[in-house]
Antibody
Framework: EAQLVESGGGLAQPGGSLRLSCAAS????????MNWVRQAPGKGLEWLSY????????QYADSVRGRFTISRDNAKNSLYLQMTSLRVEDTATYFC??????????????WGQGTLVTVSS | QSALTQPPSASGSPGQSVTISCTGT?????VSWYQQHPGKAPKLMIY???KRPSGVPDRFSASKSGNTASLTVSGLQAGDEADYYC???????????FGSGTTVTVL
């Protein structure tokens, strides 16, 4: 069964850093585009970042560009989100999500359960 | 402020239909819809405007006209009570944009 499992969340101080991981299993990870999406407590979904199958091309939301970096290690079936210069407003549950192949637009067909990041002093 | 506007809430009785709108999509851009139950990950319900992934009941249908997309849930069931989000390409160098979300309540 295809599965995504996020880890690495926790408490961070404003200005600090965290690295989130997303472990993929049950499918050929290297064949899929991947994304990170977050949800602040009680709020809606916010798309954050995208990476192509082999990783040369990435995209970011304005809110995290220059502070967050998406990457992947296909040999380890893992997706990462390096978060720096964290702000209180980055407090959220972070989801990794797999794109449906050959889909036009935003087609996030497989999601992890999410990992909670809390930024507070 | 989200570029895609949804009504904050919608409701219907069991067996009835409810339609959620999503305004602000470009006429040439595909739209997807996600369902999210409290404390759970979102689930893709509709992609490329009106296509259903395998396993999604045909009670869920969608369409698009001009800059407004719509999701209709027919034959409402208690399990349909959830938050629903539309999303499309953001344009203006924004890759993807989620709508503000609509909470569907089954009365």
């Amino acid at each position: 069964e295809a599965q995504l499992v996020e880890s690495g969340g926790g408490l961070a101080q404003p200005g600090g850093s965290l690295r989130l991981s997303c472990a993929a299993s049950g499918f050929t990870f290297s064949s899929y585009e991947m994304n990170w999406v977050r949800q602040a407590p009680g709020k809606g979904l916010e798309w954050l970042s995208y990476i192509t199958e082999s990783g040369p091309f990435t995209q970011y939301a304005d809110s995290v560009r220059g502070r967050f970096t998406i990457s992947r290690d296909n040999a380890k079936n893992s997706l990462y989100l390096q978060m720096t210069s964290l702000r209180v407003e980055d407090t959220a549950t972070y989801f990794c999500a797999r794109e449906k192949p050959s889909c036009r637009g935003d087609c996030l067909e497989l999601w992890g359960q999410g990992t909670l990041v809390t930024v507070s002093s | 402020q989200s570029a895609l506007t949804q009504p904050p809430s919608a409701s219907g009785s069991p067996g009835q239909s409810v339609t959620i709108s999503c305004t602000g999509t470009s006429s040439d851009i595909d739209v997807s819809w996600y369902q999210q139950h409290p404390g759970k990950a979102p689930k893709l319900m509709i992609y490329e405007v009106d296509k259903r992934p395998s396993g999604v009941p045909d009670r869920f249908s969608a369409s698009k006209s001009g800059n407004t997309a719509s999701l209709t849930v027919s034959g409402l069931q208690a399990g349909d009570e959830a938050d629903y989000y539309c999303t499309s390409n953001g344009g203006d160098n924004r890759f993807y944009v989620f709508g503000s979300g609509t909470t569907v309540t089954v009365l």
